[in-house]
DNA sequence: CTCGTTATTGCAACAATTCGCAATAAAGCA
DNA sequence: TGCTTTATTGCGAATTGTTGCAATAACGAG
């Protein structure tokens, strides 16, 4: 049994990429949080713990592991975050009132990766969708 | 019979926000490109017309639209994009090989916002939906 | 363990985006 | 038409994100 950070330091090299100190300390950190952070949230804690670090370094670490898809990237409220990826393809509600993140399995979504495929040729790649709407709590104080 | 415009214009003094020269000049330029931009792209044409209008104008001029859902944001490779509210909701398929768009009706996605609203009262505002994924050409080519 | 290849970093300049604040001007009203 | 209110703009500066390039260092080979 491996660690998921393991897998990952395995998952760079096979693809014969190299893994360096500053992306293993950007790993850790959104390991740590174990919730999605912007960019700067990320660079400033990289900066309290490794100063000579170049912000960069942070954005281009940043888009590369999302590239070869050890994390994803969503956008909450206008801001893009980041986190590490889920095994399991999950989703995200996220209230426009509220800003709350409940998270969704995917079953919903099978369903609509199928008709695309069938109707449309289309190979939709809907791992990690971020849908924006109203929270019933929100949406009863929005018409009360 | 009102123009699109003319609408755009009265929902915005509906609101009780103030329709300027600035504005419409922005609104004119999307509505004459009749296709998604980049706050760049969009800056630079306004510059053209009008050098006195400030870069920051463009910028909240582009938010603002958005919230009040006269335009609409999406993400395609990395930018973000901007758009004319369409009245018809529609949303896009985006290639991630090719970059090719498609643009796709509603009637898959009314299924999905239906469950999100049953199964955990989410109202879904699934207006324009951006999905990346492969076209068919990219996936044979990928897989040949 | 040492060496060579080349992916990755740091740097520094640049481009894109946001923010606070005083000046301006839309829209309603007399 | 002129006055008042206050949303919106322009400006300057700060922040955030990107790029080219030379120096560095990860990792496989010997």
């Given at each position: 049994m491996m660690s998921q950070q393991q897998e990952i330091a395995q998952r760079i090299r096979e693809l014969g990429f190299r893994l360096t100190p500053q992306r293993q300390l950007i790993l850790d950190i959104l390991s740590a949080l174990d919730r999605h952070a912007t960019a700067t949230e990320i660079y400033d804690q990289v900066q309290s713990v490794s100063?000579?670090?170049n912000r960069a370094t942070v954005y281009r670490t940043l888009n590369f592991l999302c590239e070869i898809r050890v994390l994803v990237a969503g956008t909450i409220s206008g801001k893009t975050v980041y986190e590490i990826a889920d095994p399991t393809p999950h989703h995200h509600l996220v209230?426009?009132?509220?800003?709350h993140v409940t998270v969704l399995g995917d079953h919903h979504f099978e369903e609509l990766a199928a008709h695309l495929l069938d109707e449309h040729d289309f190979q939709a790649d809907i791992d990690h969708l971020t849908i924006h709407g109203l929270c019933q709590p929100c949406r009863a104080a929005a018409s009360g």
């Open positions: 100063p000579a670090v209230c426009t009132g509220c800003k």
